[in-house]
């Protein structure tokens, strides 16, 4: 009787050989939006990987500030990479199947970089709160060290947390539908799917969502409270507006990225929105934080521009001297004299 009831046990955890991506649904002329994120992904790439090359490339910009930005852009470039080109092979090409095991990879490496998108906006806020309000020891805290320390630790996190959500799917039976009503496999709406107990996942589910999106806001509108105190204090007017342009960019940064997805999870969790609205919603909160990030805190500043200056101006053709040969007379040449010269 022990066997057959772990017979029995074993048989009711059903893991599916596939999942169904329903996406957007009954929508004419709907390839034309998956058209347009693949517009959107180039020039992701095309911003993100020139910002990459540029900070490698200028020494002068191997500073703690844009070694920050560099783990940004790279963030954004894998995010990017990890979610668009299989959303356009899956709804472009019509291929809506997706085997299990691919399923919990898609779904962990979207949530991954999106959680360590999040925490380094975190570290830019700090960034910025101390250049203005300790900015003479501004040198001597925020230190490349420091910044490595950081990056390393919300790298080795958010792959701890996210490993853990994804990872107890594997005492999920899914034995309903499996059509999973979203453009990715999102963890809310596969976890429901399951016909067992989902009460770990939905905890999971909780914490995931406190980790990427709500203590993040926490630190950063923390950090925002002081930086408005320190710069009310600066006697200055022209002092003050400088000031302001120090963190005006990234403020613009927090606010693409975190009142969409905010604003997306409050409406899904008050009011039940139409399914094609909270899809495409979503989509555009995944994918246009990724391709503003480089134009809005990077490319548009001063230090960037000067440095892709300089490294068009270095390996310009027109900029190449023009090395002119001439030809090396031997020291025991001797003139001839003309002919009619006797």
């Not at 490595?148 to 309903?176: E, Y």
């Amino acid at each position: 009787s022990t066997s057959k009831t772990a017979t029995t046990l074993n048989a009711t955890f059903v893991r599916p050989a596939q999942f169904y991506l329903s996406g957007l649904t009954n929508i004419p002329h709907d390839k034309y939006f998956y058209v347009f994120l693949c517009f959107v992904y180039i020039m992701t790439v095309l911003g993100n990987g020139l910002l990459l090359s540029v900070i490698y490339l200028d020494k002068t910009l191997h500073t703690p500030k844009y070694t920050i930005v560099f783990n940004l852009a790279l963030i954004d470039l894998c995010g990017s990479t990890a979610l668009i080109p299989k959303l356009l092979d899956t709804f472009l090409f019509d291929r809506r199947y997706i085997v299990y095991e691919a399923c919990l990879s898609y779904m962990f490496f979207v949530w991954f970089f999106l959680g360590l998108q999040s925490w380094t906006l975190v570290i830019m806020a700090y960034d910025r709160f101390i250049a203005i309000c300790f900015p003479l020891r501004y040198h001597s805290i925020v230190t490349k060290p420091a910044i490595a320390v950081m990056l390393l630790f919300v790298w080795v996190f958010s792959l701890s947390v996210v490993a853990c959500m994804v990872g107890f799917f594997d005492r999920l039976s899914f034995c309903r539908s499996l059509v999973i009503q979203s453009f990715f496999c999102d963890h809310g709406p596969t976890y429901r799917l399951a016909c067992n107990d989902t009460n770990l996942n939905y905890i999971m589910a909780v914490v995931v969502v406190t980790v990427v999106v709500v203590i993040p806001i926490i630190l950063i509108a923390l950090t925002y409270i002081y930086i408005v105190k320190a710069v009310r204090k600066i006697a200055s007017g022209e002092e003050r507006v400088k000031a302001v342009k120090t963190f005006t960019s990234h403020l613009t940064l927090v606010s693409v990225f975190f009142l969409p997805l905010l604003g997306t999870n409050i409406a899904a969790l008050t009011w039940s929105l139409p399914l094609n609205i909270r899809i495409f919603d979503s989509t555009l909160t995944h994918i246009i934080p990724p391709l503003l990030n480089p134009i809005i805190y990077s490319l548009k500043t001063e230090e960037v521009l000067n440095s892709i200056k300089k490294l068009y101006q270095r390996n310009s053709p027109a900029s190449q001297p023009i090395r002119i040969v001439l030809p090396v007379l031997s020291s025991t040449w001797v003139p001839v004299p003309p002919p009619w010269i006797c």
